[in-house]
């Protein structure tokens, strides 16, 4: 209960629903060392990597992609 985040309530600029920036994502953000807000919400996150990785499956290499903890 130390970290001094707090959940953040952001909008998804996929589908413009408000989601939560829960405090264990950003803490996952900070430890990754992402520096800006998540700008979709989990569901349109999923969709967009998922999209990515059928696009690509040709390509080894990739970018680290942000999971969201569960
Ligand atoms: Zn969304």
Do not use: W
Request: charge should be negative; glycine fraction near 2%.
């Amino acid at each position: 209960m130390a970290s001094g985040f707090e959940p953040k309530i952001l909008i998804c600029t996929e589908c413009n629903e408000e989601f939560v920036f829960t405090v264990a994502a950003q803490e996952y953000f900070a430890e990754r060392g992402y520096t800006e807000d998540p700008k979709r919400c989990k569901t349109c996150h999923t969709k967009y990597k998922k999209a990515n990785r059928e696009q690509r499956h040709h390509q080894s290499v990739e970018q680290p992609h942000f999971e969201y903890p569960e």
